[in-house]
């Protein structure tokens, strides 16, 4: 069975900086998109942003876009979710994704695999 393995989160200040890693445990997305999605507590899990696998286009949430950064190393068969200019509200559980949806989904529905998430926290 594949499985994502998420690493990289914590307690960070309000304006500080964090990187997320995601790996899959064997190399079986080398034509998958790879999303992240963050949870706070008692609110819906909601899209943080996505790379196309192929071409490295990537889309991203409004409410990120500017201050987080996705990318992916093909060698490592890794990919990150650079957190820059964190906020309070940025806290949640933060969970990598895999699809085999062609170009850039963003529904969690379009994600057939998962991580088991890692807690990010920003603190005032």
């Known amino acids: 069975q594949v499985q994502l393995v998420e690493s990289g989160g914590g307690l960070v200040q309000a304006g500080g900086s964090l990187r997320l890693s995601c790996a899959p445990s064997?190399?079986?997305?080398?034509?998958?998109?790879m999303g992240w999605f963050r949870q706070a507590p008692g609110k819906e899990r909601e899209f943080v942003g996505v790379?196309?696998?192929?071409?490295?286009?990537?889309v991203y949430a409004d409410s990120v876009k500017g201050r987080f950064t996705i990318s992916r190393d093909n060698a490592k068969n890794t990919v990150y979710l650079q957190m820059n200019s964190l906020k309070p509200e940025d806290t949640a559980v933060y969970y990598c994704?895999?699809?085999?949806?062609?170009?850039?989904?963003?529904?969690?529905?379009?994600?057939?695999?998962w991580g088991q998430g890692t807690q990010v926290t920003v603190s005032t």
């Open positions: 064997r190399r079986a997305f080398s034509s998958a998109a």
């Open positions: 994704a895999a699809s085999n949806s062609r170009g850039t989904p963003q529904y969690a529905s379009n994600f057939a695999f």
């Open positions: 790379i196309g696998w192929s071409d490295g286009t990537s």
